[in-house]
């Protein structure tokens, strides 16, 4: 009687540690079989190189909508009337007897007497399109500030100009070349606004990208499978 008893225990033992290996080994099978993760379908995004940006930044000149654009550009827009004012007050500096041998007379030199430069630049930078027509608008004020300096302005002892000379200067240099020029700054302004915007946009879309990657290349730990425990 006690001998059968062992005998059953024994048997109930090994079967206990048959259904153990058992599971076991489906627990084994079942994390070796454990598919991988799958890669991310996403295509890689290719950032644009320097010609790529250098030439989306160069767009074509719409005149007729840049001219419909006009009465918009002038009264919704600070592309006209903010370096126009800067305009005339560096034009009204330089009438002032004194103006020019103040310390401002570097910054009035580069609205007015000369080709204007610092007012065509903020009228591009300023405008969200037409700004061509900005920068020649800019230079055609400056043009205006500059020839009644000359024509107010008392010429120096010895120096005489013909009223000839003095209308061919005032209109090639100052109503010709000035709105040229202002309209050359200003769409170079323009122009250099869309790189930098799309060069700054590429830079992030490359970070963006570098940080999936470092994402995607980051080793992931496999949980451990749960052992049965007795």
């Known amino acids: 009687m006690a001998r059968a008893k062992r005998t059953d225990r024994a048997e109930a033992r090994r079967r206990h540690r048959a259904r153990l290996a058992e599971v076991e080994s489906r627990a084994d099978d ?3 079989t454990e598919p991988a993760p799958a890669q991310s379908s996403r295509p890689r ?17 719409d005149i007729r909508g840049d001219l419909a654009y006009l009465p918009t550009l002038v009264l919704r827009t600070r592309a006209v009337w903010v370096p126009g004012l800067l305009t005339a007050i ?3 500096i330089a009438l002032i007897p004194g103006g020019l041998s103040s310390g401002l007379g570097p910054i009035v030199a580069l609205f007015v007497l000369q080709t204007p430069l610092a007012g065509p630049f903020l009228a591009g930078v300023l405008a969200p399109r037409a700004s061509w027509l900005a920068g020649l608008i800019v230079g055609l004020e400056a043009a205006v500030f500059t020839t009644i300096y000359v024509l107010v302005t008392p010429l120096p002892a010895g120096a005489e100009l013909t009223m000839s000379q003095v209308v061919s200067v005032v209109l090639f240099n100052f109503f010709i070349v000035f709105p040229l020029f202002g309209t ?7 122009f250099y606004r869309r790189f930098l915007r799309n060069s700054n946009q590429a830079a992030a879309a490359r970070r963006s990208q570098r940080s999936r990657q470092g994402t995607q290349k980051r080793p992931t730990s496999r949980p451990s ?3 049965a425990r007795r």
């Open 30 to 32: 079942a994390e070796e």
């Open 45 to 61: 995004i290719r950032a644009p190189g320097f010609l790529s940006l250098f030439t989306t930044a160069l767009t074509p000149v």
């Open 90 to 92: 560096a034009g009204v």
């Open 184 to 190: 050359f700054v200003a769409s170079f302004a323009a």
């Open 225 to 227: 499978t749960a052992r």
